[in-house]
């Protein structure tokens, strides 16, 4: 059984920084899918940066590229999100996933819901204007 449990959330405002931790118990998959998600009031939960722990290649969603950097410890079996220039709209819930063995690899599945199997919690990132 994997739980994940997400940390560093906050506020702060546009033009800031936060990074995001997510500590996982249990297995991290050689080949799997670790990422993130966020989720605005309204919205439907989109994915905002993931990893394939087959290769490391990492994904990005185009509204967070150039801004926003994912990087996993597998000793520590921590997933990372730093978030640099942020801005209003990226205020949501930011969720940390894991997705076991993937059907398919590459930056739309990656970044789909559906591949994963594990969620935590969430923490808020909060950008003020």
């Known amino acids: 059984q994997v739980q994940l449990v997400e940390s560093g959330g906050g506020s702060v405002q546009a033009g800031g920084s936060l990074r995001l931790s997510c500590a996982a118990s249990?297995?991290?998959?050689?080949?799997?899918?670790m990422g993130w998600f966020r989720q605005a009031p309204g919205k439907e939960r989109e994915g905002v940066a993931a990893?394939?722990?087959?290769?490391?290649?990492?994904y990005y969603a185009d509204s967070v590229k150039g801004r926003f950097t994912v990087s996993l410890d597998n000793a520590k079996k921590t997933l990372y999100l730093q978030m640099n220039s942020l801005k209003p709209e990226d205020t949501a819930m930011y969720y940390c996933?894991?997705?076991?063995?993937?059907?398919?690899?590459?930056?739309?599945?990656?970044?789909?819901?559906?591949?994963?199997?594990?969620w935590g919690q969430g923490t808020q990132v909060t950008v003020s204007s």
């Open positions: 249990g297995e991290i998959y050689s080949t799997s899918y």
């Open positions: 996933a894991q997705g076991p063995f993937p059907f398919a690899v590459g930056s739309q599945s990656a970044l789909s819901r559906q591949s994963y199997t594990y």
């Open positions: 990893i394939y722990t087959g290769s490391f290649s990492k």
